[in-house]
């Protein structure tokens, strides 16, 4: 039998790091996972798929430790970089989210991108986010964002938003590295993740939804969101990975929805939630952004509705929707949905 080809995820008992893991072993890819605790019981997921008894090794690494990520990735020949804290809660002050955000984005990155470079790996997927696309003030209004368009990393860090600012830095660090030592680096910029989730937590982006179908103290504008399901994401770097001619950025945008089609939609077929409310119309023309060249190379993204009624389902599944005695809240990145 062929050896496995064997690559690192970090950050693997994350929300799309697991279905990585998932698709990576269901693939008969040999994974290397970090995880800043292996035997936290929010990671024993992993252990119960598929492949996993043969071909999943976990290691305890943090990124901001450049000596824990070298026995993960040593052996490899390819590394896929997710590990980044995705906060639920506002941070307090632009000190606390520089030692929180930019360092674990920026310096963990970099920390692993430099692991790489000793170790020898042919190619590095770094998953960025649309985060670090979006905050563009000079980007024309009507022409839709494509991988030419940066967010402005110091307006990010001027309106408090940190995660932006966190992202779009950790990916220009990514280029610089990978232009100054030679290093094969593509990254991946997906737009907001739903869908089923593999873990027993609930990830950041998920509580975005599960906001939606609860409801909440503030009722939500009638924004335009970029939705991807986390299945698609998973596939998408497994692609860019897999593909010798991808290079540089891509990014992974799905579909778009206004707040109230994704109430009317998941209401229609699952009318026994609360469902935020979402009363007031506003300007929903958001310049859409542009996955084509994502698409170009293979990718072929699944319905929204499918992403939005099977994440319903497996929250009912896991008792996520029920009555907890506190009502939901949005995450503080996504603040400006709120409606004042
Ligand atoms: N979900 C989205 O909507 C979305 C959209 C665009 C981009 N992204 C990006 O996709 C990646 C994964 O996001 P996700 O939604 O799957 O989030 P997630 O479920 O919160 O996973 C993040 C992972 O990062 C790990 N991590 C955080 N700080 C770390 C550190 N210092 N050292 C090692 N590991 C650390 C966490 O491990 P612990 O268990 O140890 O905390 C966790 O496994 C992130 O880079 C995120 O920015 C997400």
Redesign the pocket.
């Known amino acids: 039998m062929a050896t496995p080809r064997r690559v690192c995820v970090?950050?693997?008992?994350?929300?799309?790091?697991s279905w990585l893991v998932k698709l990576l072993l269901s693939r008969g890819y040999s994974v290397h996972a970090?995880?800043?605790?292996p035997d936290?019981p929010?990671?024993a997921h992993l252990n119960n798929l598929e492949g996993a008894a043969e071909n999943l090794h976990m290691f305890k690494?943090?990124?901001?430790h450049y000596d824990t990520l070298e026995a993960a990735i040593s052996g490899c020949e390819g590394v896929f970089h997710?590990?980044?804290?995705?906060p639920k809660d506002k941070i307090d002050n632009p000190e606390a989210s520089i030692l929180v955000m930019l360092a674990?984005?920026v310096k963990?990155t970099l920390n692993v991108l430099q692991v790489c470079s000793s170790a020898k790996v042919q190619k590095v997927v770094v998953?960025?986010?649309?985060?670090a696309v979006h905050f563009n003030p000079k980007w024309p209004q009507d022409k839709p964002k494509d991988e030419r368009c940066w967010s402005d990393k110091k307006l990010c860090m001027e309106i408090g938003d940190w995660?932006s600012a966190a992202?779009t830095t950790a990916e220009e660090t990514a280029w610089e590295y990978a232009e100054k030592n030679g290093l094969n680096v593509v990254t991946v910029?997906?737009?907001?993740?739903f869908g089923p989730l593999l873990?027993p937590t609930v990830?950041?982006?998920s509580n975005v939804l599960i906001y939606i179908i609860r409801g909440g103290p503030n009722a939500l504008k009638n924004i335009m969101w970029h939705i991807v399901d986390?299945r698609d994401v998973a596939d998408a770097l497994i692609l860019v990975y897999e593909k010798s001619e991808s290079s540089g950025r891509y990014i992974c945008g799905g579909d778009n929805i206004s707040t109230k089609a994704m109430v009317d939609l998941l209401k229609k077929n699952y009318p026994n939630n609360n469902y935020v409310n979402c009363n007031i119309d506003i300007d929903i023309q958001v310049a859409p952004i542009s996955s084509e060249k994502l698409i170009s190379l293979g990718w072929k993204p699944r319905k929204l509705e499918e992403t939005l009624l099977d994440s319903l389902d497996c929250y009912e599944k896991a008792g996520i929707l029920q009555d907890v005695g506190h009502p939901s809240r949005l995450p503080y990145i996504f603040r400006v949905a709120h409606q004042e």
């Open positions: 970090t950050g693997g008992g994350g929300f799309i790091a970090t995880f800043r605790d936290d929010k990671n690494a943090d990124v901001l997710l590990a980044t804290p995705v674990p984005a963990g998953v960025s986010s649309t985060s995660y992202k910029c997906p737009c907001l993740v873990q990830s950041t982006s986390v």
